[in-house]
């Protein structure tokens, strides 16, 4: 875009260039006092008195300001900067806060010095001072930068006071309610307003979760593992596979396990305990584990499926096993525990038969970590996923199995391979479903790798992305057979629209998709 002018010295028309700038808009929840349309208007109005030419918009909608992490359209537009393709000599951004509540000033300055190296300034719309490199605007944008993260900082500490305040007063903070327990919805008053389902959330602010006794099948389980812990001294192991003989399996149908048995037996919400803040993960830092007396704890404020009594005499048969044994002797148990099976976790610690469990050995030494280097062992990886994804793999059937229940209800004819769980549809489209487990990097983001069995040639691959805790799905991908041009595919939180463009909420979309529609004849 130009503007021409007639110039005055010898009648002859001259051009001046308009500046062109892009727009940086970001917001971290969908509540927050100045939307992307606030900004992006204010933006506009900063532009047009300055006959700036605004190209184009990178936007990140529901992103933390934190890092860079998970913030495509901001790496997008450092990247096109940085690569020399940026066709535009500015860019637009409502304040500092909104390039980001770096928890390190220096990290927002560097990525705006990349920018200015490359000839591009940033220019912030809603300050009170123009950022032209003098040294009152460098003061004081210094100033902004330390305010941005600061404010992030002091609203961490708010925020976990108030979420301190709930669990006091008996409310649940997220995660799953557990094996003979769910979650049920009340509101502001205290009346109940109905079960939450695996994957469901409140929507009303003001409404609040608690735990509330599961199916009395469940309860009975629970009572079961306790009173032959207990009473009949039986062990974690016994336990487990009495129950699965008995055909008796915890969520989705899984199998008991020691490990998951001892889990039953530790924790407090069996005795109506809220308790919380037993890990960490603030400001987008390493996820910690916080010692005892961190843990923020409610007692009796949940039903009560085992007595105070009974879950007592429990712990002291766990806190006996690791008391009668020195810590030479536990390290020793862990040596040889380690030359058997020649790697360590906490859930090969939990599942081993004689050895105390990993929350004992965390107690005595401080942490797992420096239990394995007391016996020589360095962990290169969490070996957690090899239940996870036997879960996963027992979770498969029954997500093919709603899936085909919901083509049926819409009038769908079926016919799956039973040998790998192909469905097609009406004889005309063949489906495949691919369940992608959630790990944690070491930066303490998360990851999901699919593997399509091209092999099937399937028209569409529905890839279900677990949840953080693989419990539940986050939600799905619908891969059109033409456009997968790799068996394996790795997914961030937040991938571009080249991918998450096929990225929905739920399946209503495929299913509006294929269901049949009823063309009448015209004459």
Not at 40 to 55: F, K, M, N, P
Not at 107 to 128: D, P
Not at 142 to 149: E, Q
Not at 486 to 499: M, R
Request: aromatic share 8%.
């Amino acid at each position: 875009m130009v503007e021409r002018s007639d110039q005055r010295n010898g009648g002859q028309e001259g051009v001046r260039k308009t500046p062109r700038a892009v727009q940086y808009v970001r917001m971290s929840t969908e509540h927050q006092k100045y939307s992307t349309e606030n900004q992006a208007e204010a933006i506009r109005q900063y532009a047009a008195a300055r006959t700036i030419d605004i190209v184009k918009t990178y936007a990140d909608e529901g992103k933390s300001g934190l890092s860079i992490d998970g913030r495509d359209a901001l790496k997008q537009l450092i990247d096109d900067v940085d690569a020399g393709r940026a066709d535009f000599e500015m860019i637009l951004v409502y304040d500092v806060s909104r390039w980001g509540r770096f928890q390190d000033a220096d990290e927002s300055a560097y990525y705006e010095y990349i920018c200015k190296r490359s000839g591009i300034s940033v220019q912030y719309c809603a300050e009170q001072f123009e950022n032209d490199g003098s040294p009152v605007s460098t003061i004081v944008k210094g100033v902004k930068r330390a305010m941005a993260g600061e404010y992030s900082r002091d609203l961490s500490v708010k925020v976990f006071a108030g979420q301190c305040r709930l669990i006091e007063l008996g409310f649940r903070q997220g995660g799953p309610p557990g094996f003979g327990l769910r979650r049920a919805l009340i509101d502001q008053s205290g009346t109940p307003k109905g079960e939450l389902n695996r994957g469901e959330q409140k929507s009303i602010q003001t409404d609040r979760v608690v735990l509330t006794s599961g199916p009395d099948g469940e309860i009975a389980v629970v009572r079961t593992i306790y009173r032959r812990f207990v009473e009949d001294l039986a062990s974690e192991r016994q336990i487990a596979e009495e129950l699965n003989k008995r055909g008796s399996t915890r969520e989705a149908g899984r199998p008991w396990t020691r490990g998951t048995v001892h889990q039953v037996l530790i924790n407090e919400k069996y005795i109506g305990n809220n308790v919380w803040n037993r890990v960490s993960f603030k400001l987008k830092k390493k996820r910690i584990r916080n010692r005892p007396e961190m843990w923020i704890r409610a007692e009796g404020v949940f039903p009560a499926i085992i007595d105070r009594h009974v879950f007592e005499a429990a712990q002291t048969i766990i806190r006996a096993r690791s008391f009668r044994m020195s810590d030479q002797e536990m390290l020793d148990a862990l040596k040889d525990l380690r030359g058997s099976l020649g790697l360590l976790s906490g859930l090969i610690i939990d599942e081993a038969e004689g050895l105390p469990s990993s929350s004992a050995y965390r107690s005595r030494f401080g942490s797992l970590l420096r239990a394995y280097h007391l016996v020589g062992y360095t962990p290169r990886r969490d070996y957690r996923y090899v239940e996870i994804n036997r879960g996963l793999r027992a979770l498969h059937p029954g997500v093919v199995s709603e899936i085909l229940g919901r083509l049926r209800d819409i009038g769908c004819h079926l016919s799956t391979d039973a040998g790998t769980d192909r469905i097609s549809v009406n004889g005309e489209l063949a489906i495949s479903v691919v369940i992608a487990r959630c790990h944690r990097t070491s930066a303490g983001s998360f990851r999901w790798r699919l593997r399509f069995d091209t092999g099937l040639q399937p028209d569409i691959t529905i890839a279900v992305r677990m949840d953080a805790s693989n419990e539940r799905p986050l939600d799905y991908y619908l891969f059109p057979g033409i456009d997968i041009a790799t068996e394996k595919l790795k997914l961030a939180e937040d991938n571009g629209l080249a991918i998450d463009g096929y990225r929905f909420d739920s399946l209503d979309p495929l299913y509006e998709l294929l269901e049949p529609v009823i063309v009448t004849e015209a004459a």
